[in-house]
């Protein structure tokens, strides 16, 4: 069964970097049809999109984090990573990794995440 | 970009009551990339709809999910106490709406 782990500090000083890791077990990073994301929820608030990776490297970011946002991919660990740089408290959530699935059928080409980790608080604070 | 705008923002029923939420986009979105997420507190999302109509595994057959174009609708025909979460709908993996919480009355 597919299982997703996010790991990396809990605390991190204003305008520093944010750097967090994910790491998939049970199944293979590198396999087609699937890209690998993070999502954030700031306390008692919604959910938002960060960006999402697939194994070969290829990128996309949410517009409106996009300059502060790197995902990376390390499909010999079977792990992939976000760096946020120049944190606030504005950055201050929990952030969760997923597996973004990306499916065609002979009609239609499905998108959406079904599995995801339990999620790690980061705190920006000095 | 293509925005999400989910209502009501807190929906109040009482067990065995019909649910109805709602999702609009701010342009068409092709029904196949538009799904529901159920959250409860302390909990990760959990993916109940994609493809606009269509269950996830497992999910019980009182959740259902319908629209098309700009318009989406999540039903949950009869309220269990678990059902009472805040739900979430996101268009292509990618943007989510604001959320409905569905509480209990």
């Known amino acids: 069964q597919l299982q997703l782990q996010e790991s990396g500090p809990g605390l991190v000083k204003p305008s520093e970097t944010l750097s967090l890791t994910c790491t998939v077990s049970?199944?293979?990073?590198?396999?087609?049809?699937?890209?690998w994301g993070w999502i954030r929820q700031p306390p008692g608030k919604g959910l938002e999109w960060i960006g999402s990776i697939y194994y070969n490297g290829n990128t996309y970011y949410n517009p409106s984090l996009k300059s502060r946002v790197t995902i990376s991919v390390d499909t010999s660990r079977n792990q992939f990573s976000l760096k946020l740089i120049s944190v606030t408290a504005a950055d201050t959530a929990v952030y969760y990794c997923?597996?973004?699935?990306?499916?065609?059928?002979?009609?239609?080409?499905?998108?959406?995440?079904?599995?995801w980790g339990k999620g790690t608080t980061v705190t920006v604070s000095s | 970009e293509i925005v999400l705008t989910q209502s009501p923002g807190t929906l109040s029923l009482s067990p065995g009551e019909r649910a109805t939420l709602s999702c609009r986009a701010s342009q068409s979105v092709s029904s196949s990339y538009l799904a529901w997420y159920q959250q409860k507190p302390g909990q990760a999302p959990r993916l109940l709809i994609y493809?606009?109509?269509s269950r996830a595994t497992g999910i019980p057959d009182r959740f259902s999910g319908s629209g098309s174009g700009t318009d989406f609708t999540l039903t949950i025909s009869r309220l269990e106490p678990e059902d009472f979460a805040v739900y979430y709908c996101?268009?292509?993996?990618?943007?989510f709406g604001q959320g409905t919480k569905v509480e209990i009355k």
């Open positions: 493809g606009a109509s």
């Open positions: 996101q268009q292509s993996g990618k943007t």
């Open positions: 997923a597996r973004r699935v990306g499916v065609a059928t002979s009609l239609y080409y499905y998108y959406f995440m079904d599995v």
């Open positions: 049970g199944g293979s990073i590198s396999t087609s049809s699937y890209y």
